[in-house]
């Protein structure tokens, strides 16, 4: 219980803005993941509070808060953000170096297919 305690700061005299300890924010908050499955989104408002997840010899894990009363509706997807999209989403399908589309997104580490980040015998495919 000594975490819950060392991160509960509902004032926000400590860390500036009110602080909770993690899975213990009141009601009527919620994270940006929390707003998006209510179909919203925070519209500008500010950071309203944080809760805080206290990790041994690292610093704490943090998730900003804002307030369910201020947030605004969902923009609806219009036909060019679809287009834009999908777009997007082939590109990171597409090798850059041989220019073939695979089913699935090219790894950024290799920035390329495995075939081209791997060629000849010694790649993946050859050492079986």
């Known amino acids: 219980m000594v975490a819950r305690a060392a991160f509960f700061d509902p004032d ?3 860390y500036g803005i009110p602080t909770y300890p ?5 009601e009527g908050y919620a994270t ?3 707003l998006r ?3 919203l989104r925070p519209g500008g408002q500010p ?10 010899r690292r610093p704490p894990l943090v998730a900003y808060l804002y307030r369910i009363d201020l947030a605004l509706p969902v923009r609806p997807m219009t036909s060019r953000k679809w287009g834009a999209l999908a777009l997007a ?4 399908r597409t090798c850059p170096k041989c220019r073939i589309t695979y089913s699935y997104c090219i790894p950024t580490s290799l920035g390329t297919c495995v075939p081209c980040a791997y060629p000849g ?3 993946p495919e050859g050492s079986h």
């Open 89 to 92: 989403m082939l590109a990171r």
């Open 32 to 34: 940006r993941r929390g």
């Open 121 to 123: 015998p010694h790649g």
């Open 22 to 26: 993690w899975k213990y924010a009141p």
């Open 12 to 14: 926000g005299a400590e």
């Open 47 to 56: 950071v309203a509070a944080q809760v805080l997840r206290g990790r041994h």
């Open 37 to 39: 499955a209510l179909g």
